[in-house]
């Protein structure tokens, strides 16, 4: 996953040569983004604990991904996913934080 291309615009992501970016360029469009931001101010809305909901949606998006390798790869390679999703967590995570924070800071500035 190292070297990939950080694409900054819908556009070019959605065209991009990494089908990895490009599927992602995809969910982003589409409404799944906003219902799960619906649900997570619902959620903050209910007097819920941040550190409570970001363990939930930590929860809920490793046993979706874990569902969903159990439709698409053969039980003998659950351990070599779960290593790639851990990967892909180290790889990423603090990375796109702070790129998130960046942007965020940039919107509120009105930039």
Same mark, same amino acid.
């Given at each position: 996953m190292s070297g990939r291309v950080i694409h900054r615009g819908l556009e070019e992501a959605l #065209? /991009?040569?990494d089908p990895i970016v490009r599927m992602i360029a995809? !969910?982003?469009a589409s409404r799944w983004v906003e219902e799960m931001q619906a649900w #997570?101010? /619902?959620e903050l809305e209910r007097g819920e604990k941040p550190s409570h909901l970001m363990q939930a949606m930590m929860s809920m998006f490793v046993r979706t991904h874990s569902g969903l390798a159990t439709?698409? #790869?053969k039980r003998a390679h659950f351990r070599d996913v779960a290593e790639m999703?851990? /990967?892909i967590v180290d790889e990423e995570y603090v990375?796109? !934080?702070e790129m998130s924070l960046v942007f965020l800071l940039d919107k509120r500035a009105g930039r």
């Open positions: #065209v /991009s040569d995809r !969910a982003g #997570v101010n /619902s439709q698409l #790869v999703f851990k /990967s990375r796109h !934080a």
